[in-house]
């Protein structure tokens, strides 16, 4: 088999996207490689896929953590190591960070990058539920300029993303959550250690008085792509949180699931895993409201 | 078939090759440098035996394309300790037997290392933590959290 394809490696961003743009063939960017390797280990006629593959780690403008006005800017080159390390994420996006703990092993978060995780989209992709929880957009760039997208938007499916041939995930953008928000990432995998997540939830909420003022509640894996689980939100929304029946909001979540997927092999199991996921979330939750 | 030039430090020293763009730094490793000591298992990250330090951090070699370590310093097994004196790391492996048929022994020391070099005294959580990616079928691993616990204390003492 013949593997002719080109290795490109550059530290300018706008050199890397002239290359997108102007190659014929897919030019497949690589980072941490902690995703791609595998897939090319497992099927090496996909490299036949590509005419060649893009080095971007030496990016600077994909790089970094910064606080800007209104919005926390991720870097898609950031690891999962440096969002675990970053004092401004632990602040203000906590189950940001404890996903990113989830996720792997030591050596994977050392080379894993967010960008990666939510480029690759898989269903068990464990940054993408946070990201979509805390509203967090993401600005793709090209020769033609930036697009904003909403992370809620930009997986289409498992393993595919909106993201063109000619654009480069290039950064994050995180509204600042407001004063007393609370968020918690729940998460089931076969053992503690580099465990693929089979089924999690993302939980943000701003309390006040009691009562959950703002809610948002993203499961990932149970679905094939990350979407809130709204009907849920509805019903604890506005509602003082003393008073809601864990069992029945646990069991709606259930419900709103096999509304995505429908009945499958799994849902016997997942159901009432995710009933204790949610339980477990507003469990905390409900705890915070009441230590305020 | 292309090849990139990649220079880079290996265990202190430079050397200048001429790789395949799909080429694995473990096959760079093993195959070209003969340093042997890391070890092949899954071969798609999850067992560790492949574990090498990057810019002193512990990553899976298998997952490491070899031109994209240009510029960057690579350590393995054979550039801990010295030509005559074992790293502190390896021999509080073998005082505490933590080591038994040997073959995820490479990789845990780098993973055990790397943490060293970043944390002088890692509580046994963070000893967990930071080997967490590398399997030992052998020893149930008690013994090995045991070594790094002494190495850390010993190095302390230094």
Redesign the interface.
């Known amino acids: 088999m ?6 490109f ?1 550059t530290d300018k961003l706008e050199a890397a996207l002239e290359l997108l743009a102007e190659s014929s063939g897919v030019i497949k960017p ?1 980072a ?3 995703d791609l ?2 897939k ?3 099927n090496r006629r996909l ?1 036949q896929e590509f005419a ?2 893009l ?1 971007i ?1 030496n990016i600077s403008e994909l790089q970094g953590i910064t606080e800007e006005q209104d919005y926390v800017r991720i870097g898609a080159l950031v690891t999962h ?1 440096e969002i675990i390390e970053s004092e401004i994420l632990q602040e203000k996006y906590p189950a940001l960070v404890d996903a990113a703990r989830a996720i ?5 978060r ?2 894993g990058t967010i960008g990666g995780n939510v480029c690759n989209a898989a269903a068990c992709a464990d940054t993408l539920g946070p990201l979509v929880a805390f509203s967090a957009d993401a600005v793709l760039a090209s020769r033609a300029g930036e697009r904003v997208v909403p992370v809620a938007d930009l997986v289409e499916e498992p393993y595919q993303t909106i993201i063109r041939q000619d654009e480069l995930l290039q950064y994050f953008r995180l509204p600042l959550p407001a004063e007393g928000t609370f968020s918690s990432f729940q998460k089931i995998g076969r053992r ?3 465990a693929i997540t089979r089924i999690s939830l993302v939980l943000v909420a701003r309390v006040s008085q009691e009562t959950a003022e703002h809610i948002r509640i993203v499961p990932g894996s149970a679905i094939p792509v990350p979407e809130p689980f709204t009907a849920l939100e509805k019903r604890i929304k506005g509602q003082k949180l003393g008073e809601i029946d864990l069992k029945e909001m646990a069991a709606l979540a259930g419900e709103e699931m096999v509304k995505i997927t429908g009945e499958r092999w799994s849902t016997p199991y997942k159901k009432p895993a995710l009933a204790t996921l949610v339980r477990r979330a507003l469990a905390e939750l409900k705890e915070v409201a009441e230590n305020e | 078939m292309n090849k990139i030039k990649v220079k880079f430090i290996i265990n202190g020293k430079e050397v200048s090759l001429l790789v395949k763009p799909t080429e694995r730094l473990l096959d760079t490793l093993r195959d070209r440098l003969n340093l042997t000591g890391t070890k092949e298992g899954c071969g798609v990250g999850e067992c560790g035996a492949c574990t090498v330090m990057l810019d002193g951090q512990a990553v899976n070699s298998c997952l490491v394309l070899t031109a994209q370590v240009a510029g960057r310093e690579v350590r393995t097994v054979e550039g801990l300790g010295k030509e005559d004196e074992l790293d502190i790391l390896q021999q509080a492996f073998i005082d505490h037997q933590a080591v038994q048929c040997g073959f995820c022994t490479p990789g845990m020391l780098m993973s055990a290392r790397a943490l060293l070099d970043d944390k002088s005294s890692p509580t046994r959580e963070e000893i967990k933590t930071a080997l967490d990616g590398n399997l030992c079928r052998c020893t149930g691993y008690q013994q090995i959290v045991e070594a790094v616990e002494a190495a850390a204390e010993a190095e302390g003492a230094d």
């Open positions: 013949t593997e002719d394809i080109k290795f490696q690589v941490g490689g902690t390797m595998v090319i280990r497992e490299l060649g593959i080095d780690t190591r792997g092993s030591t050596p994977i050392n080379r503690q250690a580099a």
